[in-house]
Every structure is written in C-alpha cells, then in structure tokens.
C-alpha cells in the first residue's frame, strides 16, 4: 500500500511537472468592420439637421437706441456623415427687417460666439464668433479637413437686435438664410 501511494505521488508529481514546463500556446485573431457614409439621416450625409428662429417679443418704441436679446432656445445642427474628413463650412445671411410697409432703418443682427459640441470624440470645428450678419454671406461655422465629423450642435441663444430709435411701429420680420457647403472656408 506504501508503494501504491509512493506510485501514485510519484505520477501526480510527474504531471504537476509536465504541465508546468509545457508552454502556453497561444494565437490571434482579427476584429474586422467596414464604415461606409450614412445614408440614414433624413437630410443627406453631409446636412443642416437644424437651424435656428430667433423671436425678440414685443417691445415699446423707445426714444433711444435699444438692444433685445432672445433667451430662446437657438440651435444650429450641422450633420456630417460622410466619413471623408474633407471639412465643411457654413455661412449665413439675413434680409432686412420689413412688416410689409416699412423697413426697420438701422438695425443690426448680431449671432453670439458660439461653441460646437458633439456627443462623439471627433475633432472639433472653430468655435463661432460674434457676427453681424447682412446681405452678404458671413462665414458662420467652419470645418477643416479632419474636422467636424459626426453631428455638432451649436446654441445660438442671446442673439442680439440692435434697433435705433426713429422707426414705425410694426410687425417687423427678416429671413436668414443659412448655407452648408463641403470643405472648409478659405
């Protein structure tokens, strides 16, 4: 029975041994994905998701120059799905304040400085700056190459109306025409 037991941790010994001097074999393997442009935002791979509306309220002729300002909740939405990298630019221009009679004479629209932010880790576009905008294009938002990949959101609240004294009472509206275009702006 000694010898029996001797055998037996002889041969476990044996194996604890063999298992211990045997190498871990060990390989790889790969992890494959392919990305190709969205096609699934409704506004096409490279879009203007959303634009802002700005409404100053109502407010009294005074007889001096006065500045309005919108808490509203402003959001520029620039989407690019395109996955070239190639950048992109957006530029921005407004017609002048009319209620169909009168024109507002004298005043100045000015977009606050802005930062996009998205919820990915792309590389960020310029930060907006403080723009008066008019009947020219105004460079609004702007994408380098490698830049601006993903969708960027940008908050256009506190924009400001700057009307002079002098001006009729009225209804006053302007339209703002906001433009996307591929790569950045020179």
């Known amino acids: 029975m000694k010898k029996t037991n001797k055998l037996l941790v002889n041969a476990l010994l044996s194996t604890v041994l063999l298992a211990l001097s045997v190498p871990a ?3 790889t393997s790969d992890g494959i994905v392919e990305l190709t442009p969205g096609t699934s935002n409704p506004n096409g791979p490279l879009a ?3 634009v ?4 100053f309220g109502s407010n009294e002729i ?12 402003a959001l520029l939405s620039v989407a690019d799905t395109r996955g070239t990298g190639s950048g992109w630019n957006v530029t921005a221009n ?3 304040f009319s209620d169909g009679t009168h024109q507002l004479t004298g005043a100045e629209f000015t977009l606050p400085a802005v930062v996009p932010v998205t919820s990915g880790n792309a590389t960020k576009p310029a930060d907006g700056v403080a723009t ?3 009947s020219v294009d105004q460079p609004i938002l702007n994408a ?7 969708q960027w959101d940008s908050q256009y609240d506190n924009a400001q109306l700057k009307v002079p004294s002098g001006n009729y009472a009225g209804a006053y509206t302007a339209t703002i025409e906001w433009t ?3 790569g950045p702006n020179p």
């Open 25 to 27: 074999l060990a390989d």
């Open 48 to 50: 203007l998701n959303e």
């Open 52 to 55: 802002p509306g700005f409404d």
């Open 62 to 73: 005074q007889a001096t120059e006065q500045t309005y300002t919108t808490n509203a909740d």
């Open 94 to 96: 407004i017609t002048d």
């Open 132 to 134: 008066v905008l008019n």
């Open 144 to 150: 380098q190459a490698g830049e601006g990949l993903g």
């Open 180 to 182: 996307l275009t591929d």
